[in-house]
């Protein structure tokens, strides 16, 4: 059974830091694009970054850049997502998603992913 589960949501004051985990298992993660996607009431779901199977290419939107750091083990079969300098706009429910056959070209079509987590929340807030 395939199960993704998100872990390190919690409530931080806007400039700190949050480090997000997924931990994968019943299916190839290291044969995955792994990916984190962020969900908020208003927004609805953004994409965020995507990282390759061997982990060495990493990709991000334009809103997280230079702020986050997608990373991932594959001998742990767990995938990262290092927060730093964070802001309310960052609040959401962040989830992770793994994708078997996504191009280069198409990591940022959330449609595209076939196993998907639960989420955890993350709130920015004085």
């Known amino acids: 059974e395939v199960h993704l589960v998100e872990s390190g949501g919690a409530l931080v004051q806007p400039g700190e830091s949050l480090r997000l985990s997924c931990a994968a298992s019943?299916?190839?993660?290291?044969?995955?694009?792994m990916t984190w996607v962020r969900q908020t009431p208003g927004k609805g779901l953004e994409w965020i970054s995507a990282v390759n199977e061997d982990g060495d290419t990493a990709i991000y939107a334009d809103s997280v850049k230079g702020r986050f750091i997608i990373s991932r083990d594959n001998a742990e079969n767990t995938l990262y997502l290092q927060m730093s300098s964070l802001a309310p706009e960052d609040t959401a429910i962040y989830y992770c998603a793994a994708g078997f056959r996504v191009s280069s070209s198409a990591v940022r079509s959330s449609d595209l992913y076939d196993y998907w987590g639960q989420g955890t929340q993350v709130t920015v807030s004085s």
């Open positions: 019943g299916f190839t993660f290291s044969s995955c694009v």
